[in-house]
């Protein structure tokens, strides 16, 4: 169904949606999007004392990560898990041995443990990788982690949505919205394009 840009959209028919973030007024800001197109949203931050109904959740655990999807799951299907998070210094700057050494542990590991125990407790979970705008290419994190997360999705047959967006306080938030409901075309033939090099660099 076609709608002018006045008119809102609402997606009555989709399953909860999960935001695991290191940043909560961000989360918060496309949490407040989101709800407004009807989605039911459920957030989690790392740490175990958070404020309800926020989830609690332990990157460096397997088991924070699948009881955090059981909560989720007994309000319903899971139909998006959303990883929001930053690679880079705020800074901008270099970043430091020990830098380097947290964000292994949570921005590798943690959603790397979060996305084998999605596909092992959902059926038809799409995931999202939302990957800070300012960040492009200032961090030799972000392909790593853009690798991990192709790797993961081959393996456990998942869809994903890799997508750019919070650049700043005031930007709007619309195209990531529809990056995550519907999925971006320039982004998804992005990650098919990357897959396709990786298959081929590998067969030679």
């Given at each position: 169904m076609l709608t002018t840009a006045?008119?809102?959209?609402?997606?009555?028919?989709?399953?909860?949606?999960l935001i695991v973030s290191h940043f909560s007024g961000e989360a918060e800001r496309l949490e407040a999007r989101l709800r407004e197109r009807g989605i039911d949203v459920f957030l989690a931050f790392p740490g175990e004392n958070v404020?309800?109904?926020?989830?609690?959740?332990?990157?460096?655990?397997?088991?924070?990560?699948?009881?955090?999807?059981?909560?989720?799951?007994?309000?319903?299907?899971?139909?998006?898990?959303?990883?929001?998070?930053?690679?880079?210094p705020e800074s901008g700057g270099p970043l430091s041995f020990s830098e380097i050494e947290e964000r292994v542990d949570t921005c590798l590991k943690g959603w790397l443990f979060l996305l084998k125990e999605a596909a092992e407790l959902t059926r038809k979970s799409e995931v999202v990788l939302v990957?800070?705008?300012?960040?492009?290419?200032?961090?030799?994190?972000?392909p790593l982690l853009e690798a991990g997360?192709?790797?993961?999705?081959?393996?456990?047959r998942r869809m994903g949505i890799p997508a750019r967006g919070l650049r700043r306080e005031k930007a709007?938030?619309?195209?990531?919205?529809?990056?995550?409901?519907?999925?971006?075309?320039?982004?998804?033939?992005?990650?098919?394009?990357?897959?396709?090099r990786r298959r081929l660099w590998f067969s030679k």
């Open positions: 006045s008119e809102p959209l609402y997606y009555t028919d989709m399953g909860n949606l404020d309800e109904p926020c989830l609690p959740w332990k990157p460096s655990s397997p088991f924070s990560s699948k009881s955090l999807l059981l909560q989720v799951l007994q309000k319903g299907e899971l139909e998006r898990l959303v990883c929001l998070h930053r690679v880079h990957l800070d705008a300012d960040g492009e290419g200032s961090s030799p994190l972000v997360f192709l790797s993961l999705l081959e393996v456990c709007t938030l619309d195209p990531l919205v529809d990056s995550i409901l519907e999925g971006d075309g320039k982004s998804l033939y992005r990650w098919r394009e990357i897959r396709e």
